[in-house]
């Protein structure tokens, strides 16, 4: 069965520097979270998308912005980047929000120098 | 407090034994309740769900669901060292996207 897609699945970037994250959620699903882990901690919810809408945000910096696009796919947008944004970065998806588990993507692992 | 905790272990159980991963969470408001694996380095992956008081079975997997007590449970028959992971338990709020997570129960099946 197709799972959630996230590129690139390793990043490097420097302080300051931007990042952009990508999803493309499993065929048929409509809804989109973020999750962001650091070392030793578990999943911290960032924001979710249904139907290419913002519906829910959690503890996500004012630097960073989402989107979902038309064909549901979506960007985490990282601005400013610090030390401590390092973490593995990942997506999310399931079919409408009335069914409720949400499958997980590889993710992203972001190393901030 | 945190929302959902979970004790950290580890949890070393034999091969073939069964395995009790424990979680509580404090929000009344939560309506869905999940169990996640997680291998280090990788993502979770969804193992169980549960939304009603009771037992749901899944193959060697059993959740079970307290309301009132505010308690949630995953027992693990006849484990495996594949088994070995974390166990994450996460809780959703009624009305609410995100999920909660604990900070997960390293269990290590010892063959």
């Known amino acids: 069965a197709a799972g959630v897609i996230q590129s690139p699945r390793h990043l490097i970037k420097e302080k300051r520097e931007t990042a952009t994250l990508k999803c493309y959620p499993i065929?048929?699903?409509?809804?989109v979270y973020w999750y962001q882990q650091g070392p030793g901690q578990d999943p911290q919810f960032l924001i979710s998308f249904y139907e290419k809408m913002q519906s829910d945000k959690g503890s996500i910096p004012d630097r960073f912005s989402a989107q979902q696009f038309s064909d549901y796919h979506s960007e985490l947008n990282m601005s400013s980047l610090e030390l401590g944004d390092s973490a593995l970065y990942f997506c999310?998806?399931?079919?409408?929000?009335?069914?409720?588990?949400?499958?997980f993507g590889p993710g992203t692992r972001l190393t901030v120098t | 407090q945190k929302e959902v905790e979970q004790n950290s272990g580890p949890l070393s159980v034999p091969e073939g034994a069964i395995a009790s991963l424990n979680c509580t969470y404090s929000d009344r408001g939560s309506q869905s309740f999940f169990w996640y694996r997680q291998y280090s380095g990788k993502s979770p992956e969804l193992i169980m769900s549960?939304?009603?008081?009771g037992d749901k079975e899944d193959g060697r997997f059993t959740a079970q669901l307290n309301k009132a007590s505010q308690y949630v449970s995953l027992l693990i028959r006849d484990s495996q060292p594949s088994d070995s992971a974390t166990y994450l338990c996460?809780?959703?709020?009624?009305?609410?996207?995100?999920?909660?997570f604990g900070k997960g129960t390293k269990l290590s099946v010892i063959p």
């Open positions: 996460a809780v959703k709020r009624a009305g609410s996207y995100q999920l909660t």
């Open positions: 549960i939304y009603s008081n």
């Open positions: 999310a998806s399931s079919f409408g929000p009335f069914v409720y588990e949400q499958y």
């Open positions: 065929p048929r699903h409509d809804t």
